[in-house]
């Protein structure tokens, strides 16, 4: 699980610089920025697609909902990108998906990570995901303990 993590959290950090690259970058680099950031979302969101069926998460449908809304909107930008709306590129790359990813980590990819780490057994570790630090020695490990 912490190497899936650690797979995860380097995906995630890339999306965040290539936003922020997308941001600041000359306008003669924006659109292969853009191109680059959707390559990067849709491989992040594949391999949080596998983590989540590899570890039966409960609320996966919903989660690969919000991923599939993110990149309907890259796609749906994209040819406008490539034919140089800049300021579009800008918009949806550079400023709104960085805002819908701060919350969704946050969110969702947190909730996976603290399902699958609960699954594999990780009770006594702390997990950091997604700047979050999640300390699994508080988590209750008998049905017994558990809230009802």
Request: aromatic fraction near 6%; charged fraction near 15%.
């Amino acid at each position: 699980m912490l190497a899936e993590n650690s797979q995860l959290d380097s995906l995630h950090d890339s999306l965040r610089q290539l936003a922020q690259h997308l941001h600041d970058c000359a306008h003669d680099e924006i659109c292969s920025a853009y191109e680059q950031l959707l390559i990067t979302a849709e491989k992040a969101f594949a391999a949080e697609q596998l983590l989540m069926e590899k570890h039966d998460f409960p609320a996966t449908r919903c989660h690969l909902e919000q991923h599939a809304r993110l990149l309907c909107a890259l796609h749906q930008a994209h040819p406008a990108v490539m034919t140089g709306d800049h300021n579009l590129a800008i918009h949806v790359g550079g400023r709104l998906l960085p805002e819908w990813f701060e919350l969704h980590n946050s969110t969702l990819d947190a909730s996976v990570s603290v399902w699958a780490s609960y699954q594999i057994g990780l009770t006594t570790q702390a997990a950091n995901y997604g700047g979050q630090m999640i300390n699994f020695a508080a988590t209750p490990t008998s049905e017994a303990a558990r809230p009802t």
